[in-house]
């Protein structure tokens, strides 16, 4: 503790000052990491304020969220140390220093737009679920019990989907079924089809009345 208390007193302000921002904005990054691993991100709920689409905000919304910034700090701070450290003029390693902020800037922004589109269509696609038809995949448990799955038509493909269903009896494999609900963790709840609305079942292919 004390040689770096005399290391400290021994720097410059512009030392001290690259050495504390680049210490901070690297911990609060850290712990930004680590709480999207653990508790999951929501970047599109918190980082933006573009409404349902993934262009409401425009890319502005995404440089002046909080993570770009933080970025920006991070990519100056280091940059601008290294460069202090090399011998740089102050001109040097402010323009150094400012030029990699913005590229960090850059990067982060895109990443974050990236991330809201994907999370958008992930979003729509599971919207898009309801009302539509299907079979039984693995068999649906009675009364919203977990570990049923479902196979449905969904953007001209078939997706598996895990489901529930709120009758009393189970669902068994190949049964056809209709989407009614989308509950939480994107479980689909869903029900028997009526026999006079299924005209034909075949290799998960169900056609309604």
Avoid: H
């Avoid at 220093?97 to 696609?125: D, H, P, R, W």
């Avoid at 038509?153 to 189970?170: E, I």
């Avoid at 068994?172 to 209709?178: D, L």
């Amino acid at each position: 503790m004390e040689n770096f208390e005399t290391w400290w007193e021994s720097l410059t302000t512009v030392y001290k000052f690259f050495w504390t921002t680049s210490v901070l904005t690297t911990a609060v990054f850290i712990t930004m990491v680590i709480a999207s691993v653990v508790g999951g991100d929501s970047d599109g709920d918190s980082d933006t304020d573009g409404g349902d689409s993934p262009d409401g905000g425009g890319m502005m919304s995404y440089i002046l969220s909080f993570k770009t910034i933080l970025a920006f700090l991070l990519g100056a701070s280091w940059t601008g140390l290294t460069a202090l450290y090399q011998g740089c003029s102050i001109f040097a390693i402010t323009l150094i220093s400012l030029i990699s902020g913005v590229l960090m800037m850059a990067l982060m922004a895109f990443l974050l737009s990236l991330f809201v589109k994907l999370q958008y269509s992930s979003t729509l696609e599971m919207t898009n679920t309801i009302g539509a038809t299907g079979v039984v995949y693995v068999t649906v448990q009675p009364n919203r019990l977990q570990g049923g799955q479902v196979e449905i038509l969904v953007n001209n493909s078939y997706k598996t989907f895990d489901a529930v269903c709120d009758d009393g009896t189970p669902l068994p494999p190949e049964q056809p079924i209709v989407v009614t609900g989308l509950l939480d963790n994107n479980v689909l709840l869903v029900e028997r089809l009526p026999d006079d609305q299924v005209l034909a079942t075949s290799d998960n292919t169900v056609t309604t009345i």
